[in-house]
């Protein structure tokens, strides 16, 4: 076990399971954040990583790299050698000799691209090495494995940021509620604000303040109000509440939760309607993911996203999808893990015991939208949901 984690020789067993001669890890300025996360080399202080480095990681044998000689120190964290590159000769004879005796090697690279996600290799870097005689095949599961499954510390962070972020969304709507009440006015963008405020004395940390979209805005999934581009909340509306948010600690992982509203005392059967089909649609994914756990079954992303889909498409809203069913989450709230997907992709990666993500099955429409997130995590024997489940519209009036 290294100091950043990372388990060589349990690397080293799967690609052998996998018939695979490495792993290649490579990055350029950030745009392999799958090989930075697992290397952790641009969280290493006292020097610089502005220069393409290359972590092999073989099935036998000690790790090598190749590093850029104004940076010598990239990987000297990491167990192994490291030879050094100046100019682009060097660069390219250098990884010539790195990659002697491998015949088949893992990289961040999606045949097609057919997992987005996974796909962080430039094109140009999969030629070159193939110009050595290797052939190159996608590290999706090794990423799964080593990138992102939770520690027992990093569960505990996202339990205690899921129970923070259920107290803001509470107190959300009760100052929707309260506002609604005393007739005064609100927008969207108050209630946004509000809540990172909250956030703030939640100790929660997070990429974008919260989504709060009223009626039309609900429609649109990736809404965010802003303070010149917002709409007042009325009576009789629904209201979406997605945030997402982690401890501001290292090694944190994000919750993620979106929850429904109506501001007024009857929910219309158009609004109801569509959100029982996308609870029914979440607790089918869910019970998927907890049999699959429970039996000890193999499951993958795609199953999950098909199981969800399947209901809502039954229903009567299979025009009214516009996202996939879920998402990995990890220190950033889009992980590097496997999605319920079978809608934009087709993750055929597996849910490994120890990896987190949510299940938020939507539909949308001009005048309206509702969807509904919860977050799970697959243990070694079942699968746990974190938070409380919503059966209902959250009437607020």
Not at 64 to 77: C, D, F, Q, Y
Not at 369 to 395: C, F, S
Request: glycine share 10%; proline share 4%.
């Amino acid at each position: 076990m290294t100091a950043v984690g990372l388990d060589i020789s349990a690397v080293q067993s799967a690609l052998r399971a996998d018939q695979l001669d490495g792993w290649l890890l490579y990055d350029f300025r950030g745009i392999n954040p799958i090989a930075s996360d697992v290397t952790a080399v641009n969280r290493q202080g006292g020097h610089l990583a502005t220069r393409r480095w290359y972590y092999l990681i073989p099935a036998t044998g000690e790790p090598r790299g190749l590093v850029h000689a104004i940076e010598k120190n990239s990987l000297t964290h990491l167990p192994g050698t490291s030879e050094r590159y100046a100019g682009r000769d060097q660069l390219e004879s250098g990884l010539r000799r790195l990659l002697t005796g491998v015949h088949r090697v893992a990289m961040e690279y999606s045949p097609g691209c057919a997992i987005p996600y996974v796909s962080r290799v430039d094109a140009g870097t999969i030629e070159l090495v193939r110009q050595s005689g290797v052939e190159v095949v996608s590290s999706g599961d090794l990423i799964q494995r080593f990138s992102a499954v939770w520690s027992s510390a990093a569960i505990a962070t996202h339990v205690a940021a899921s129970a923070k972020l259920y107290r803001v969304k509470d107190r959300a709507f009760d100052a929707i509620a309260r506002r609604l009440r005393d007739g005064i006015a609100t927008t969207e963008y108050d209630i946004q604000q509000l809540m990172a405020g909250w956030f703030r004395d939640e100790a929660l940390v997070t990429d974008s303040d919260p989504n709060v979209s009223a009626q039309a805005n609900a429609g649109n999934p990736h809404y965010l109000p802003t303070a010149t581009d917002h709409r007042a909340i009325g009576r009789d509306e629904i209201v979406l509440l997605d945030l997402w948010g982690k401890l501001d600690a290292p090694g944190a992982v994000f919750a993620d939760i979106t929850w429904i509203g109506f501001t007024g005392p009857r929910v219309p059967p158009r609004f109801a309607d569509a959100f029982a089909a996308i609870a029914r649609a979440r607790d089918a994914a869910a019970g998927l993911v907890q049999r699959s756990a429970r039996e000890g079954r193999e499951l993958r992303g795609w199953e999950v996203d098909r199981a969800a889909s399947t209901v809502l498409r039954d229903a009567g809203y299979a025009d009214r999808i516009l996202h996939r069913t879920g998402h990995s989450l990890g220190e950033t709230v889009h992980g590097n893990g496997v999605n319920m997907d079978d809608y934009e992709t087709h993750d055929d990666r597996r849910l490994l015991p120890g990896t987190g993500f949510t299940i938020e099955p939507g539909v949308y429409f001009e005048d309206f939208g509702v969807r509904t997130e919860i977050n799970m995590i697959v243990g070694e024997t079942d699968a746990a949901i974190t938070g409380e489940v919503q059966k209902e519209i959250v009437r607020l009036v």
